[in-house]
């Protein structure tokens, strides 16, 4: 008995049905995840002053299991920057060191940020950021009555991201304030100038928004305070860790209604077939 491949009643062909039933049978079909490798990079920053210079040592520790490549730095502080490259692979598990010096032309005693940023690539080319901070004093040091806490969050397109200021001085403060994102993140900056009562605080809640950033990252986001208090500048800094989450992928979400959907095609095209068969003009 020849049958005719998905026929109708009236012995029309109906490619439609088979086709859509193999798109569905592809695109439901398990796939393996892709294997990639991981780069967790750690960086610690010591800043001292020197003289009349700062002195900033720079110490890199690759905690994944895929080699950095093309590694380059950067030092802000002081209203000053200087870029310096680094290893042109930094392998898993293996220390990298560096100083980096910068003058200064400070005058007023107190503690200031030094903010380093690295840059560094993948295997496959994909470019990443990472931040780090230290502080340094010049002059005798002494401590900040303004403190300022972050909070973890994460981004989902994008999020929010929330920092605490505290003044536990007597005297009110105006503080000045700036955050800093890694360059795969775009950040609402919280305002330039902030007025902190005796024994008061204040909350706030920035903008983080993903540019370039893979899911499954992980990144600090910094918030910088300062302000000048009795003839010294005050500097604190708050870490808010910030996780990168892909977007809810709506399609898959959907995947029992398509496999239902595939079994009632299926149906369908073996009704048509049965039908087909006892239609008349068939042969058998």
Do not use: C
Not at 1 to 9: C, E, F, G, K, Q
Not at 63 to 79: F, I, M, N, P, V
Not at 266 to 280: D, H, S, T, Y
């Amino acid at each position: 008995m020849d049958i005719a491949p998905n026929a109708t009643p009236t012995g029309k062909p109906m490619p439609w049905l088979v086709t859509l039933g193999l798109i569905l049978a592809v695109w439901l079909a398990p796939t393996s995840p892709a294997q990639a490798g991981t780069i967790s990079l750690s960086t610690t920053v010591t800043a001292s002053v020197a003289g009349q210079s700062l002195r900033v040592e720079v110490s890199l520790l690759n905690q994944g299991d895929e080699a950095a490549r093309d590694l380059a730095l950067s030092l802000t502080a002081a209203g000053k920057q200087i870029e310096a490259p680094g290893p042109t692979s930094l392998p898993p598990h293996q220390p990298w060191r560096t100083v980096l010096e910068l003058p200064l032309l400070l005058t007023l005693p107190g503690s200031y940020p030094a903010l380093v940023t690295v840059r560094f690539h993948d295997l496959n080319g994909y470019a990443f950021s990472s931040l780090a901070h230290g502080l340094f004093d010049l002059g005798s040091s002494a401590p900040s009555g303004v403190s300022a806490q972050g909070f973890p969050g994460r981004v989902i397109g994008d999020g929010k991201l929330r920092f605490e200021l505290t003044n536990a001085d007597q005297a009110p403060h105006a503080v000045n304030l700036r955050a800093i994102a890694p360059e795969e993140l775009s950040l609402e900056q919280p305002p330039p100038r902030l007025e902190l009562a005796p024994g008061g605080g204040r909350g706030l809640d920035l903008t983080a928004r993903n540019l370039a950033a893979l899911a499954g990252a992980s990144y600090p986001v910094l918030l910088l305070l300062e302000y000048d208090h009795d003839g010294r500048h005050h500097s604190a800094v708050a870490v808010a860790p910030v996780r990168v989450e892909a977007p809810p992928d709506l399609v898959r979400e959907a995947v029992p209604f398509l496999y239902a959907l595939a079994g009632l095609l299926l149906a369908a095209m073996i009704g048509l077939q049965l039908r087909a068969r006892r239609a008349p003009g068939s042969t058998a």
